[in-house]
């Protein structure tokens, strides 16, 4: 998990965050195992009510529209926003053309510069990267 601030957003803010996580999770028109788990463990840390908690989950079957979900957030909440929707994209493996016009079109609403999908996603690739590489030496612990 994350080490991260999003629980010290505004509740409103960590809804809207929650909100587009859950678009993000139907721009391809596929939901995977990996994409799944990693909106449960971003909705974890956004610490929300059972009641919003609900909410966000019907969000998953009927998405909200982007314009409705960049529309509550300020510029933190926009960032971590967009970091993690580069997370969910690249939860399956690949981000399509879909996946990127929508980060692009995230990072363009909140004034970010122009290879901040990029760098994200470089981000992304060498956590999990990172990630793999411990696999590899926990698997090397055995005798």
Same mark, same amino acid.
């Given at each position: 998990?994350?080490?991260?601030?999003?629980?010290?957003?505004?509740?409103?803010? #960590?809804?809207?965050? $929650?909100?587009?996580?859950?678009?993000?999770?139907? +721009?391809?028109?596929?939901?995977? +195992?990996?994409?799944?788990?990693?909106?449960?463990? =971003?909705?974890?840390?956004? @610490?929300?009510?059972?009641?919003? =908690?609900?909410?966000?989950?019907?969000? @998953?079957?009927?998405?909200?529209? @982007?314009?409705?979900?960049?529309?509550?957030?300020?510029?933190? /909440?926009? #960032?971590? $926003?967009?970091? *993690?929707?580069?997370?969910? $994209? /690249?939860?399956?493996?690949?981000?399509?053309? *879909?996946?990127?016009?929508?980060?692009?079109?995230?990072?363009?609403?909140?004034?970010?510069?122009?290879? $901040? +999908?990029?760098? @994200?996603?470089? &981000?992304?690739?060498?956590?999990?990267? &990172?990630?793999?590489?411990?696999?590899?030496?926990?698997?090397?612990?055995?005798?």
């Amino acid at each position: 998990m994350l080490p991260d601030i999003i629980h010290k957003l505004p509740r409103d803010e #960590r809804f809207a965050y $929650a909100r587009l996580l859950a678009f993000m999770t139907r +721009v391809d028109n596929e939901l995977s +195992v990996a994409e799944m788990a990693m909106f449960e463990q =971003r909705l974890g840390n956004a @610490l929300l009510s059972p009641k919003q =908690r609900e909410m966000i989950r019907l969000a @998953l079957k009927t998405p909200p529209t @982007l314009e409705s979900c960049l529309e509550g957030m300020g510029e933190e /909440a926009g #960032r971590l $926003a967009l970091r *993690d929707s580069v997370l969910m $994209a /690249a939860a399956d493996g690949t981000v399509d053309e *879909d996946e990127r016009e929508t980060l692009e079109e995230i990072a363009a609403h909140f004034g970010l510069v122009d290879d $901040a +999908v990029d760098r @994200l996603l470089q &981000w992304t690739i060498e956590g999990y990267n &990172w990630m793999d590489s411990g696999f590899e030496l926990l698997n090397g612990l055995s005798e």
